[in-house]
């Protein structure tokens, strides 16, 4: 297909004349190949100032070059080629002009020209030129392509790494689940305990306001905070009475443990770090460091928060359950002290209905699989 130049000046011999040496290229012209850039196959389109080529261009009709002429009435070329960088920024434009005068040939560059011709010119001056500009063009089009094809290899190799992660992620996910099956199964007391925890944890983090994937995190320390349970023995995890001094010491390990077990996994740091320090009290009184404030990581005191109301709300061998209501005021009760005030402040104005809520949903979930099994 012909490329097509639009030719600008205010002399209509000096149009014709320069349309006519882009037209007489002879069969010589083409012996070094590149007779798709030569002046027969040239389409040309001619304007006598400015605003006649403004109107030719913002018609719609398609150039690959513009060759204007610098000095002319209505709009001259200079500002006819700042208006066409404007809105046509990849459109070569080449200034044709007698003013020799090296500081407005710079001006002209400096605004955007491809290049500079000063009349008179001989015809294989204006062809070197035109088809320099077209080959810089064609050059340009190319790159724009080969970026734009780089851009979408790379966007879809993006999405494929994160689908991949993601995978990887579910994968994950439904390793731990399988973990906290387990440590259920193990003590049947607190069995859907871990997946309690981590259902009121969310529901706090969300109505805390806290990022999607923050939230993910806290969520799966939510549900492995007493994975190192699985590493405390029967007869200290299963007595149905009080522990002694020398149990209660073994069982307060379990932070510990759980934290050596998942801080293996890198994909897990953040949330090993939750389980290390959920029985750290906002005052400094808890254990295993005795951190205090907001050295707990913020899913720690979550958790700390909704493992109290599950605990307090479950029937255990040595006590009954007691009401979410009853919880709800042991909770508040221990605000700044054990808990973070701010967070308890977020669960007292949560709906007083909606842990029982949850409780019923995730029971009638864990039987319903169970009947799958």
């Known amino acids: 297909m012909p490329e097509r130049i639009l030719v600008v000046d205010d002399e209509e011999d000096i149009r014709k004349m320069i349309i006519s040496m882009l037209a007489s290229a002879s069969s010589c012209d083409r012996q070094d190949g590149r007779e798709a850039l030569l002046a027969g196959n040239y389409d040309c389109r001619e304007a006598g100032d400015g605003l006649e080529a403004l109107k030719v261009l913002n018609s719609g009709e398609e150039f690959d070059l513009v060759l204007v002429d610098l000095v002319m009435p209505n709009l001259d070329g200079m500002a006819l080629l700042e208006r066409t960088k404007d809105k046509y920024p990849d459109l070569p434009v080449v200034i044709v002009t007698e003013v020799n005068d090296v500081s407005v040939a710079l001006h002209a560059l400096r605004n955007g020209a491809y290049d500079y011709l000063l009349k008179p010119f001989e015809r294989e001056q204006l062809l070197a030129t035109v088809r320099q500009a077209l080959e810089n063009r064609c050059l340009k089009r190319e790159n724009d392509a080969y970026r734009t094809n780089l851009e979408a290899l790379v966007a879809a190799r993006t999405q494929q790494w ?43 983090a969300k109505k805390m306001g806290l990022p999607k994937d923050e939230i993910a995190v806290i969520a799966r320390g939510a549900f492995l905070h007493d994975i190192g349970k699985m590493a405390i023995p029967d007869e200290i995890l299963r007595k149905p009475g009080k522990l002694t001094n020398d149990e209660m010491a073994i069982m307060e390990q379990h932070c510990y443990l759980g934290y050596k077990i998942v801080s293996r996994i890198p994909f897990l740091a953040g949330a090993a770090e939750i389980i290390y320090a959920h029985h750290e009290r906002y005052d400094g009184t808890g254990y295993p460091r005795g951190l205090k404030g907001d050295e707990i990581p913020l899913g720690a005191r979550i958790v700390a928060v909704v493992e109290t109301l599950d605990s307090i709300t479950l029937d255990l061998p040595y006590r009954p359950a007691q009401s979410f209501e009853a919880a709800r005021k042991e909770i508040e009760r221990w605000s700044g002290r054990q808990f973070d005030p701010q967070i308890v402040k977020v669960f007292l104005e949560m709906p007083a209905g909606i842990w029982e809520d949850f409780r019923r949903e995730i029971t009638a979930q864990s039987q319903s699989s169970l009947r799958k099994v």
């Open 162 to 204: 994160k689908n991949a992660l993601s995978d990887l992620e579910k994968a994950f996910d439904m390793t731990l689940e399988a973990f906290g099956d387990g440590l259920d199964l193990r003590d049947a007391e607190t069995a859907t305990h871990s997946k309690r925890v981590t259902a009121y944890t969310i529901v706090i």
